[in-house]
Nanobody
């Protein structure tokens, strides 16, 4: 079956960096749009970034633009999220997700598979 396994979360000071990874199995990874989402306590899950199957194009939420970078390695079936200049408000559980849709912006509802999430805590 399809599995998405996130790693790389942890505790970091404000201004620091983290790199999240999401290893995929059970699907033809190179044909999927991959996304990162996050959910902070008491808030709805929100879009962070997405990357198309080829890695040639990426899209970011406005508040992450310029600080976060999504990338993928199709040979390793892995998608990454490099997070720099972290702020306390970036504290959340971060999820990766896979979609068979090839759209400029894939709605959250069109992501078919989800990981279990990894906690990121930014101390101020």
């Amino acid at each position: 079956q399809v599995q998405l396994v996130e790693s790389g979360g942890g505790l970091v000071q404000a201004g620091g960096s983290l790199r999240l990874s999401c290893a995929a199995s059970g699907l033809t990874f190179s044909t999927y749009t991959m996304g990162w989402f996050r959910q902070a306590p008491g808030k709805e899950r929100e879009f962070v970034a997405q990357i198309v199957w080829s890695g040639d194009s990426a899209r970011y939420a406005n508040s992450m633009q310029g600080r976060f970078t999504i990338s993928r390695d199709n040979a390793k079936n892995t998608v990454y999220l490099q997070m720099n200049s972290l702020k306390a408000e970036d504290t959340a559980v971060y999820y990766c997700a896979a979609s068979q849709k090839w759209l400029e912006h894939v709605p959250q509802s069109m992501y078919h598979y989800w990981g279990q999430g990894t906690q990121v805590t930014v101390s101020s």
